[in-house]
């Protein structure tokens, strides 16, 4: 049975890792290579080598309450979506509550991590690290990975003929920081993600003209959904869940389009794709159509080739251009164990994105390389409780074959499902995946049980958000906090709103409840219907 774990990087995976060890009765001992927490979001006027780096204004895409550890919430008072630095503060209130810093090594690297002599009967690991200088050898009884998937930039200027000759600059995201670098420049950002097209709205502030270059275009989700509640919260519920495995791929995504295209025609705005809605990793801004209906960001197709001062696009326009914004994402590796896991194209096989398959022993895992339709702190929290069980040997593992059939039938629904994209390897749906990985830990909600023995409780798990107290509610790592957390976090999204005095209309307090009930008895009537 493990009892020493080595815990690699001190993000928010982690940091929740060192809990879930210190959960199970373990020992961990966590290697950070910088000096402090925070890894992704904590932030930096120069980028470090081998740290994920943001610029100085990001504000994260997922809500508050969707986002949080799930026996920790957000301090009711903290705005939905959090400034870089609101993130911090919770990371470091959350290392406060369990006592986590004490198990960090900081300005540690990790330089080598290989099997020990007796592998294969101990399940051991040769943990080399280097501080000041100084290399030192460990042995853990397992290993948790914890590097995140945002640390190589990837920056494909073979693809841009040109490149070498423009006399301007170019730079990847990860090194932008502020928008007055670029002011009175004509810019042109590359890629529609959700960097680039975050880049591209705060660049054209200062910006003379900004050109957002995109091959395929995108559908743009803003994060104020209905009734002005975060859009995570509106759509990750798993009452929607379910009336998604009733319709077709194309039936749902001819909803959302609609429910887009209403708020601004995707067409007349350059932005539409050839691709369907569900097809893609959702880009969420606000401000974007703001910004081209204004003229300060101009969308233009894909770049044909660079001049020395200007970028020809393939419909055959040039502009005169000052910088260029490559937000071309990200890439990942594992140089410390290049002789156990293999990276091809930002694909890595491994049983429901956590465990390699062809290790004698489970006593490796990787935590966060996933991209989630949804907050990953929550994703990479479960992946933490169940991997500590496979360690303990409280959970065991399926046959190799099982789980190689598992990771190739992932593969192909991601192939046909998603446009071939380098950040389409790692794509989970929220609560399916947050499902999967309770049922490994014996954690999904009970909804049955629960409509018989706590109806209120049960409404508001099926109508309400999917947020992760559902899955304290009971088996291991269960917290009494739960029930009372997740009746509550309606309250936590409204009240930061609330800084002016509204008297409260008693009629309206009644209809989301009647909204409930109504719905509940439908869904019941459909699935008796059915069976």
């Not at 080595?6 to 060890?21: D, E, M």
């Not at 943990?127 to 460990?138: A, F, L, P």
């Not at 389409?424 to 499902?435: E, G, K, L, S």
């Not at 088996?475 to 709103?497: D, K, N, S």
């Amino acid at each position: 049975m493990a009892r020493r774990v080595a815990v690699i990087g001190g993000g928010s995976s982690g940091l929740c890792a060192i809990k879930a060890c210190l959960d199970e009765g373990l020992e961990p001992v966590c290697f950070e290579r910088s000096r402090d927490i925070g890894g992704l979001w904590r932030f930096e006027e120069q980028p470090e080598e081998g740290r994920a780096s943001i610029y100085r204004s990001v504000i994260i895409n997922t809500s508050k309450e969707m986002m949080c550890f799930s026996d920790f919430p957000i301090p009711d008072d903290f705005p939905n979506y959090m400034h870089h630095s609101k993130i911090m503060e919770y990371f470091r209130m959350y290392a406060r509550r369990f006592d986590l810093l004490r198990h960090v090594r900081f300005g540690t690297s990790v330089c080598r991590v290989s099997k020990s002599p007796d592998f294969a009967t101990t399940g051991r690991w040769e943990v080399v690290t280097e501080s000041e200088g100084k290399q030192q050898s460990h042995v853990f009884d397992a290993v948790l990975v914890c590097t995140g998937h945002h640390t190589d930039a990837h920056l494909p200027l073979h693809a841009f003929p040109g490149i070498e000759k423009f006399k301007g600059r170019y730079l990847h995201s990860r090194d932008y920081k502020d928008p007055q670098d670029y002011k009175d420049k004509r810019v042109v950002v590359i890629g529609i993600g959700n960097s680039g097209s975050d880049l591209a709205v705060e660049i054209s502030q200062t910006a003379k003209q900004v050109f957002l270059s995109t091959r395929r275009g995108a559908w743009i989700l803003n994060r104020v959904g209905q009734q002005g509640y975060p859009i995570d919260i509106v759509f990750t519920t798993r009452l929607r869940a379910l009336m998604k495995q009733l319709l077709t791929s194309s039936m749902a995504s001819d909803f959302i389009e609609r429910q887009l295209n209403m708020r601004f025609d995707h067409a007349h705005y350059g932005l539409r794709p050839k691709h369907r809605v569900l097809d893609q990793h959702p880009t969420i801004n606000d401000d974007l159509p703001n910004r081209i209906i204004s003229g300060r960001v101009r969308v233009k197709p894909n770049i044909q080739e660079f001049t020395e001062t200007s970028a020809i696009f393939e419909d055959g326009t040039r502009e005169d251009i000052d910088a260029v914004v490559f937000a071309t994402g990200y890439s990942f590796s594992f140089p410390f164990l290049k002789d156990y896991v293999k990276v091809v194209e930002n694909q890595v096989s491994l049983y429901k994105y956590v465990f390699p398959i062809d290790l004698e022993k489970p006593t490796l895992a990787f935590i966060g390389f996933i991209q989630p339709l949804g907050a990953i702190m929550p994703v990479s929290e479960l992946q933490c409780r169940w991997a500590t069980r496979v360690f303990k040997g409280l959970s065991t593992l399926p046959p190799r074959h099982t789980m190689e059939a598992d990771i190739k039938h992932k593969k192909e629904e991601m192939a046909k499902r998603y446009v071939a994209s380098q950040r389409h390897t790692i794509q989970v749906d929220y609560i399916p995946y947050m499902d999967e990985l309770a049922c490994q830990l014996g954690v999904k909600p009970n909804l049955p049980l629960l409509f018989l023995t706590d109806p209120p409780l049960a409404l508001e798990v099926l109508l309400g958000p999917c947020t992760p107290y559902q899955y304290r509610l009971r088996g291991p790592g269960a917290w009494r906090g739960a029930r009372a957390a997740i009746l509550t976090q309606r309250q936590r999204v409204v009240q930061p709103l609330q800084t002016r005095h509204m008297e409260e209309n008693s009629s309206a307090s009644v209809l989301p409840l009647l909204r409930k009930l109504a719905v509940a008895v439908a869904v019941f009537a459909i699935i008796f219907l059915l069976l």
